[in-house]
């Protein structure tokens, strides 16, 4: 999706992003492309999105996998419903209880990064590829150093994780004033 096209669906749906929501839309192509590739879809496989936003990865997504999203705002929401072969449950994700799930893939919103990754991390399902603020993902997955935190003591005993790859701010609109970081997210057993 371009930012035009993002500028043109937000103005019809009558949104402006909510800093309050960290509403940063995905908008380079070849950025969701690779993130459904680091998630080995099939099929069989029973994925959750969080904050699907304008759908960018979902409507990948929905032709490979049985996709679930979560999403607050009810404006997406009614923009989301037209997605054939989308379940879509409007409510908080912080609030609610997931529907069973093998795999996890989202943009996170970044404001909730740690509380639903906890959350996320309380559940049984195969791995997660999620994209986090680059500061965030650095302090997950650090095992030493300036970047090492309780965060990264919490995260490393409860999953495996890795930096896949790291995102510019230009690849969302608005331009966030952070890069971001794709993070592979396995639950140690």
């Known amino acids: 999706m371009e930012k035009n096209d993002v500028i043109s669906i937000l103005s019809f749906l009558d949104i402006k992003p909510l800093k309050r929501f960290?509403?940063?839309?995905?908008i380079d192509d070849?950025?969701?492309?690779?993130?459904?590739?680091?998630?080995?879809?099939?099929?069989?496989?029973?994925?959750?999105?969080?904050?699907?936003?304008?759908?960018?990865?979902?409507?990948?997504?929905?032709?490979?996998?049985?996709?679930?999203?979560?999403?607050?705002?009810?404006?997406?929401?009614?923009?989301?419903?037209?997605?054939?072969?989308?379940?879509?449950?409007?409510?908080?994700?912080?609030?609610?209880v997931f529907p069973r799930f093998d795999?996890?893939?989202?943009?996170?919103?970044?404001?909730i990064s740690s509380p639903i990754t906890f959350k996320i991390l309380e559940y049984d399902f195969k791995f997660g590829v999620l994209m986090y603020q680059k500061e965030f993902a650095e302090?997950?997955?650090?095992?030493?150093?300036?970047d090492y935190s309780r965060l990264s003591v919490n995260i490393y005993y409860r999953a495996e994780c890795k930096i896949l790859e790291n995102v510019s701010?230009?690849?969302?609109?608005?331009?966030?004033?952070?890069?971001?970081?794709?993070?592979?997210?396995?639950?140690r057993k």
């Open 30 to 96: 070849s950025i969701a492309e690779r993130i459904i590739d680091y998630a080995e879809l099939s099929k069989n496989d029973a994925v959750l999105e969080i904050g699907p936003g304008l759908g960018v990865l979902t409507k990948k997504m929905v032709k490979k996998a049985n996709v679930t999203g979560i999403e607050k705002d009810k404006k997406l929401c009614d923009y989301l419903k037209e997605i054939p072969n989308l379940t879509l449950i409007k409510d908080d994700a912080l609030k609610t």
């Open 169 to 187: 701010r230009t690849a969302f609109y608005p331009v966030p004033k952070v890069d971001s970081a794709v993070v592979l997210l396995k639950p």
């Open 139 to 146: 302090r997950m997955t650090a095992l030493s150093g300036k």
């Open 103 to 111: 795999k996890i893939v989202s943009n996170l919103p970044y404001k």
């Open 22 to 26: 960290s509403q940063h839309f995905l």
